[in-house]
């Protein structure tokens, strides 16, 4: 408010002293030019000035780099003020040149900061008391904005407690739309740039309503698409595959499988066991499928190593979160414990209101659950009909929201739409090796799976990630290899 008061007062000034008339007649033409470039100038210096408040000199064990970070509130809200935290990450190379980028993570209720940002695709991760350099960074192709949504999560917090007693997916996307309009007031210089709303799992429900109120209150973004990835998008669909995926993989056995399939509906099991109305066969199944699982597999990724030191939380409802070899398996761990350092919070600018601990996933949020059951994938359409390009990827090891399910959802969603397959299903690669599979629909419709990645997918395949996430922002195709001259046989010789 302070800043467009001040660059009103600097326009009328500059205004009236060079369009008055003088003796000779109106000033020259270009004095109107002049205006317009003299008053954006003093729009982005005020802008520049009200965010020096939130520049990160350098974190604690960061190593150099030559980008620019920022982090601190924003603040919304009438009496009921609520304090949103955000991190800021400038592009690594060119970064007036590339889009902006907002990222949610899922939950509901879990961190854009400790998920995204300091496990997943952010330019740096824990390691120890140091941080080292995410070679992935999605940084490398766009500035980033990670934003811990909605209050209650993380650092961001409500000056009155009562708001977390019920918080639902409409009171989460009018904040984050209010967020993001005094956001672009902090920072104008990106409010006409290319924007991307990207995030996982429930972000299938947070990243499309937000871009839906985007547009339906002709909020002045250049917004361009949306991806998200391993998304809750219809409730019934996307549980009703857990039990396919569980039993192809071998985690399951075939007698738990059908029985399983033919007395338990997984898709009413969370409401049914909330409401007690849950079975006592259906129940002894679960125990069942429960005891084949083995608590020691990681159903957000069924492939890799677990983190023993903790079963690390990705949300309140679904489950956890796992990597691969190479990759630090207990990274949320650490990110934990480093942004729980009193050195760490004072360099972001942060403060825990309310709560002892920053953790992964809020501890004081009472989200409406039976948000999980409204169904996302009509807004998509939605989405793709308003002209914006909508991408779905899958990690294909995630047995919490399988693939399988999320693939069939967008099938459907381009057939309503009426969508001719403009690239057919097959491999796209990443050095020479098949990242995963990929099909488009019209010039706005995509779905991809990134091959061996988890429930974060950025986080257990980081390099396909960031090709992914770089063709995407890039409005490039996935590149599909064409370098093989002699076809190989897909059958495997038994000799």
């Given at each position: 408010m302070v800043m467009n008061m001040?660059?009103?007062k600097y326009m009328r000034a500059f205004l009236f002293s060079h369009t008055t008339h003088t003796d000779h007649g109106a000033q020259p033409w270009w004095w109107s030019v002049l205006a317009v470039i003299f008053v954006l100038q003093i729009y982005v210096a005020a802008g520049k000035a009200q965010n020096q408040g939130d520049k990160i000199v350098s974190l604690p064990g960061q190593p150099k780099v030559s980008f620019q970070q920022y982090s601190g509130y924003i603040v919304i809200g009438g009496k009921q003020q609520r304090s949103y935290f955000?991190?800021?990450?400038?592009?690594?190379?060119?970064?007036?040149?590339?889009?902006?980028?907002?990222?949610?993570?899922?939950?509901?209720?879990?961190?854009?900061?400790?998920?995204?940002?300091?496990?997943?695709?952010?330019?740096?991760?824990?390691?120890?008391?140091?941080?080292?350099?995410?070679?992935?960074?999605?940084?490398?192709?766009?500035?980033?904005?990670?934003?811990?949504?909605?209050?209650?999560?993380?650092?961001?917090?409500?000056?009155?407690?009562?708001?977390?007693?019920?918080?639902?997916?409409?009171?989460?996307?009018?904040d984050n739309l209010n967020f993001l309009e005094k956001w672009f007031d902090k920072f104008p210089e990106y409010k006409n740039r290319e924007f991307y709303i990207t995030g996982e799992s429930y972000g299938g429900h947070y990243v499309p309503q937000l871009a839906n109120l985007i547009i339906q209150s002709k909020a002045k973004f250049n917004l361009k698409g949306i991806?998200?990835?391993?998304?809750l998008l219809e409730f019934n669909t996307d549980f009703n595959s857990r039990a396919e995926f569980l039993w192809s993989h071998g985690l399951i056995s075939d007698a738990t499988y059908y029985q399983f399939t033919s007395v338990c509906n997984y898709s009413q099991i969370r409401r049914q066991a909330a409401s007690g109305a849950l079975t006592p066969v259906c129940s002894r199944v679960i125990k069942l499928v429960s005891s084949e699982i083995s608590r020691f597999i990681d159903t957000y990724d069924v492939t890799l190593d677990v983190c023993l030191s903790s079963v690390m939380l990705q949300a309140e409802v679904l489950n956890q979160v796992q990597d691969q070899p190479k990759i630090d398996v207990c990274v949320e761990d650490e990110a934990n414990a480093y942004l729980n350092r009193k050195d760490v919070q004072q360099a972001l600018h942060a403060r825990l209101v309310g709560v002892n601990t920053w953790s992964i996933c809020s501890d004081v949020l009472h989200y409406e659950m039976q948000n999980l059951e409204i169904p996302t994938i009509g807004i998509l359409g939605s989405l793709v009909k308003s002209g914006i390009r909508v991408l779905v990827y899958s990690g294909d090891q995630d047995s919490v929201l399988p693939l399988t399910g999320t693939r069939a959802l967008v099938n459907g969603l381009a057939k309503d739409l009426r969508l001719n397959t403009s690239e057919s299903y097959g491999a796209w690669f990443e050095e020479r090796q098949v990242a995963g599979w990929t099909q488009s629909y019209g010039e706005l419709l995509s779905f991809a799976t990134i091959r061996g990645a988890s429930h974060e997918a950025p986080f257990s395949q980081p390099e396909r990630s960031l090709v992914l996430f770089s063709s995407f922002v890039g409005g490039k195709p996935l590149p599909r290899f064409n370098g093989i001259t002699k076809e190989r046989s897909s059958f495997v010789r038994l000799i």
């Open positions: 001040m660059v009103e955000y991190y800021f990450v400038e592009a690594e190379t060119e970064p007036a040149s590339k889009p902006l980028v907002l990222w949610l993570n899922g939950g509901p209720g879990c961190s854009s900061l400790g998920a995204g940002a300091f496990s997943e695709h952010g330019p740096f991760q824990p390691s120890g008391n140091v941080l080292v350099r995410n070679n992935y960074s999605w940084n490398k192709a766009a500035n980033m904005l990670y934003l811990e949504s909605p209050a209650g999560v993380g650092f961001s917090y409500s000056a009155n407690k009562s708001f977390y007693e019920s918080v639902d997916d409409e009171m989460t996307a009018r991806a998200i990835g391993n998304p």
